[in-house]
Nanobody, 124 residues
Framework: QVQLVESGGGLVQAGGSLRLSCAASGRSFSNYAMGWFRQVPGKEREFVARITWNGGTPYYTDSVKGRFTISRDVAKNTVYLQMNNLKPEDTAVYYC?????????????????WGQGTQVTVSS
């Protein structure tokens, strides 16, 4: 069974940094795309970033470009989201997701596997 477990969320001040981790297990993620999404109450789940497992090719939503960096450690089967210069509007529950393939995949419905989420709160 595929399992994705996020960690690293917490409370930070605006302008601060935080690194989220997604520990992936249950299968080989070769030829998979790994994504980060976020969601706030009353709003739809929003795409943040995606990376291909094999090539490590990143893709970001415009609002986080230059501030967030997605990466993966193949040996550790872990995906990271380094978040710098955090803003109050970044406050959300952040989810790790995975699916087979290497296209862009920016819609939540395109992913098969999801983690439980980790809360990120940015104070102003």
């Amino acid at each position: 069974q595929v399992q994705l477990v996020e960690s690293g969320g917490g409370l930070v001040q605006a302008g601060g940094s935080l690194r989220l981790s997604c520990a992936a297990s249950g299968r080989s993620f070769s030829n998979y795309a790994m994504g980060w999404f976020r969601q706030v109450p009353g709003k739809e789940r929003e795409f943040v970033a995606r990376i291909t497992w094999n090539g490590g090719t990143p893709y970001y939503t415009d609002s986080v470009k230059g501030r967030f960096t997605i990466s993966r450690d193949v040996a550790k089967n872990t995906v990271y989201l380094q978040m710098n210069n955090l803003k109050p509007e970044d406050t959300a529950v952040y989810y790790c997701a995975a699916r087979r393939g290497n296209l862009y995949y920016i819609a939540p419905a395109e992913y098969n596997y999801w983690g439980q989420g980790t809360q990120v709160t940015v104070s102003s």
